[in-house]
């Protein structure tokens, strides 16, 4: 049965990315076709094609690797310099430029001279190319919300879940006290498992994150706590000693890596689902996409990290990057998971919805073959034009995006060898759940 639940939970991962696929491309397919350029082609996944159906002028269909997928728009590229659309040359890059070039007026007809994607103005191109990566935007925002606002999430309530035995610095058990470790001030205190701050040093507590800087400040101090234990009013005396903690942001989000010192009282909060406002759901939305722009900066360094996670036996770490293997994988083990169905769905709705941010993300890089690399070359066109009307100057007429289609290999040969060590990593040392 375990096998069962493992294999639908994949199965409903990659059903999702479909959909997250088919979705992208439906924003450059309406918003092509809103002006008024041809597109024989809209195609989920990539290699041999399984099923399609033409409808109108363009051809709808399902190809087999359900990794990504395309429309065809005619026209990608403006004629070469000569006005002719093929050029050929004994240059290997200058063969790569008019192969793009050429490939893009396979399916010219007559009557298609005006419905070319490079003959619409640059703002109109900005659009088409960003309203793929809008809808994977638009997608995630919607699946973040429904969680957000419809279940919550875990959040660190000032209740006490456990207290600690013994003063130990971040890092080290919390159950097992070395030699010679002192008690811990909240043990001192006599702090209970179920007691409820509500003030601290005659502060009134709010929430944890308050509580938490209240205790940091009170290094070595003696302090008067007040807690609700059993519906009563219980005053207690601490004095929290200085320690080695976890560094945490401006957001209360612990910093990896990096401890500082300061107070200790020794005991961990109790974590409980709680629903966020619209407001609140938009501030946690976008903590997550700097999150994950510091994510995607940090890439390249992380590959050193992929290799070792595939020649040795060390556990990988759980901020190594991930593939669609490794988040099918998760898929599966989250559904296998002796856990109620309602939050096997609200693990994989907030599994899709990360997906979605980060295609938003990495298809917004300005590097050609992505999305924001054609938008790179419209806005680079428009502000040539603008500048040569401004000095009245001749129309420097369409940016030819043709020629970077060598630089496009090389991001697209990285692309590549980058998915296939995420891959490998993925398959033989895959980040788990814990």
Not at 103 to 113: N, Q, T
Request: contains cysteine; charged residues 20%.
């Amino acid at each position: 049965m375990t096998l069962v639940w493992w294999g639908l939970g994949i199965l409903v991962f990659f059903g999702g990315l479909l959909f997250s696929i088919a979705w992208h491309e439906l924003g450059h397919l309406s918003t092509a076709k809103l002006f008024g350029i041809r597109v024989p082609q809209y195609m989920v996944g990539f290699g041999r094609t399984v099923w399609s159906r033409k409808k109108g002028e363009t051809e709808y269909g399902l190809k087999a690797i359900p990794l990504g997928g395309y429309i065809r728009m005619i026209g990608m590229f403006p004629p070469g310099e000569d006005g002719r659309i093929t050029q050929r040359s004994s240059s290997p890059w200058r063969t790569m430029i008019e192969d793009a070039r050429e490939a893009s007026y396979e399916e010219i007809k007559p009557g298609d001279e005006d419905r070319m994607f490079y003959t619409r103005k640059p703002w109109k191109r900005v659009i088409v190319m960003f309203a793929g990566p809008f809808m994977n935007l638009v997608l995630a925002f919607a699946l973040y919300l429904a969680v957000l606002m419809g279940v919550g999430q875990l959040n660190a309530v000032p209740t006490v879940s456990y207290v600690n035995k013994c003063v130990v610095a971040v890092g080290q058990p919390t159950d097992k006290c070395p030699d010679g470790a002192p008690d811990s001030p909240a043990l001192q205190a006599k702090l209970q498992e179920g007691d409820t701050f509500l003030s601290f040093g005659g502060v009134p507590v709010t929430d944890y994150k308050q509580l938490q800087g209240e205790i940091r400040k009170a290094a070595g101090k003696q302090v008067s706590i007040v807690v609700e234990r059993g519906g009563r009013q219980v005053t207690l005396t601490a004095r929290p000693e200085k320690n080695v903690v976890q560094k945490i942001d401006e957001d209360g989000y612990p910093v990896k890596g990096e401890t500082v010192e300061a107070g200790f009282l020794g005991f961990a909060p109790r974590q409980v689902m709680q629903t966020l406002t619209f407001g609140e759901s938009v501030d946690q939305m976008g903590t997550m996409a700097q999150n994950g722009i510091s994510s995607l900066i940090a890439l390249p360094g992380k590959i050193p990290g992929l290799w070792h996670a595939i020649v040795s036996d060390d556990p990988r770490p759980a901020d190594s990057p991930m593939g669609m293997v490794g988040a099918a994988r998760i898929g599966g083990e989250m559904f296998e998971m002796d856990i109620p169905s309602s939050s096997k769905a609200v693990g994989m709705v907030q599994l899709l919805a990360g997906i979605n941010l980060s295609l938003f993300l990495f298809n917004m890089l300005p590097l050609l073959p992505l999305d924001g690399g054609h938008i790179a070359g419209a806005l680079w066109e428009s502000v040539r034009r603008r500048w040569a009307k401004l000095f009245r100057r001749p129309d420097p007429g369409p940016f030819d995006v043709a020629k970077l289609m060598p630089a496009a290999y090389v991001v697209a040969g990285v692309f590549i060898c980058f998915t296939a060590l995420v891959m490998v990593a993925d398959l033989v040392n895959p980040i788990r759940l814990n």
